[in-house]
């Protein structure tokens, strides 16, 4: 009787411990289709990392790029975005930048697949820096792909070139290639 028992005991531990077993994998894609980029939505979110390399200063930036825009159409978005950077420079003390540009991104309808979208963005604004003290045009032109993780959050890459001109009388300015890495949250629109 008593190994009787015992073999109770452990045949129903046993099957207690399957039954508890879960096993989870984190989500990496979602199948969205065009929803998110519908007339109507908004949105919101970021470059939570940009890097740059300039070539007339030979200088290193890092910046972040909150940004918020509403599409106005199917796959165009026009909105509006901040600029808050560090610039590093051989030789020289670094310097905090700022801004605010306008601007549109237009997601490309047969480029990309069912979980991402290519899309085009360009900026037109305004900037500053901790060492200047004019204002200064920037202009932006950016590739880049985005990828949904889930029906409302993608996950962006993007390569692009930028452009700022320090003085408009003088002609002086800075241009360069750079990437970013981000995020968008896709927020539905009134239906």
Known sequence: MRKFTLCLLVGGISL??????IE????MTSDVGIEPIRQGNWLVGGSIGSLGYSFEGKSFNAALQPRAGYFVSDGLAIGAQANLGL?????????WTYGIAPFV???FPNAGSSTGRFFGQG??????????????LALGANIGYAHFITKTVALE???GYNY????????SGASGLGIGVGFQIYLPGRK
Not at 24 to 27: E, H, M, S
Not at 87 to 95: L, P, S
Not at 123 to 136: E, F, L, Q, R, T
């Open 16 to 21: 207690q411990a399957n039954a508890q077993k």
């Open 24 to 27: 989870t994998t984190p989500q």
């Open 87 to 95: 610039r590093t420079e051989k030789d020289a003390d670094n310097e």
């Open 105 to 107: 991104r237009y997601y």
């Open 123 to 136: 900026d037109i604004g305004i900037s500053g820096s901790s060492v200047g003290k004019n204002a200064a």
């Open 157 to 159: 890459a993007t390569f």
């Open 164 to 171: 700022s001109k320090a003085s408009i009388n003088t002609g």
